[in-house]
T-cell receptor, first 113, second 113 residues
Framework: DTAVSQTPKYLVTQMGNDKSIKCEQN?????MYWYKQDSKKFLKIMFS???????INETVPNRFSPKSPDKAHLNLHINSLELGDSAVYFC????????????FGAGTRLSVL | GENVEQHPSTLSVQEGDSAVIKCTYS??????FPWYKQELGKGPQLIID?????GEKKDQRIAVTLNKTAKHFSLHITETQPEDSAVYFC????????????FGKGTKLSVKP
């Protein structure tokens, strides 16, 4: 069983479109994250949700909107896609208060044309 | 905020040699230091971590050392094998806080047979 799963794995779209990436974890964790990895492999936190509540919101354009319907899911919706949004997006999860270990999904490679 | 510097950015070794990757951090409040391995096309996977109450931790061929005074921590891989080839990331955070993992920029390790 995959612990943290993201869909889709690849996403190719045109500038100006709206797209969503889904993430689910079956580890029973209470905290989920979205990271962006650019072409130089730099990993940066975008958002973090704890028990469906936003706890970290780094400087990310408001075209990016995370949604957590329950603590096992954290989806990322992106409006009006731009060329600079092309990157690999990783979802991760952890259990705060017990361990700081974050478990990552396999990533979604987004290409904006 | 926290800033993590990682060196070198690329490292090439012969199979059987040792590899050392070094990181420095800026925030003295950071007390959790994980290392992640990212293979091509996959998400980062935790390989070892250390907390600020210990100076060294080993797991088979992998060891991590921490110097809190100098704000340095290092990853040591002995008897390297071709399957150790990957990008390695160090990170720092405040354990259990609302803070997030701040990653170094990664080291691409190549182990030549």
């Amino acid at each position: 069983d995959t612990a943290v799963s993201q869909t889709p794995k690849y996403l190719v779209t045109q500038m100006g479109n709206d797209k969503s990436i889904k993430c689910e974890q079956n580890l029973g964790h209470d905290t989920m994250y979205w990271y962006k990895q650019d072409s130089k492999k730099f990993l940066k936190i975008m958002f973090s949700y704890n028990n469906k509540e936003l706890i970290i919101n780094e400087t990310v354009p408001n075209r990016f909107s995370p949604k957590s319907p329950d603590k096992a899911h954290l989806n990322l919706h992106i409006n009006s896609l731009e060329l600079g949004d092309s990157a690999v997006y990783f979802c991760a999860s952890s259990q705060r208060g017990q361990t700081d270990i974050q478990y990552f999904g396999a990533g979604t490679r987004l290409s904006v044309l | 905020g926290e800033n993590v510097e990682q060196h070198p950015s690329t490292l090439s070794v012969q199979e059987g040699d040792s590899a050392v990757i070094k990181c420095t951090y800026s925030d003295s409040a950071s007390n959790y230091f994980p290392w992640y391995k990212q293979e091509l096309g996959k998400g980062p996977q935790l390989i070892i971590d250390i907390r600020s109450n210990v100076g060294e931790k080993k797991d088979q061929r992998i060891a991590v050392t921490l110097n809190k005074t100098a704000k340095h921590f290092s990853l040591h891989i002995t008897e390297t094998q071709p399957e150790d080839s990957a990008v390695y990331f160090c990170a720092a955070s405040q354990s259990g806080s609302q803070g997030n993992l701040i990653f170094g920029k990664g080291t691409k390790l190549s182990v030549k047979p």
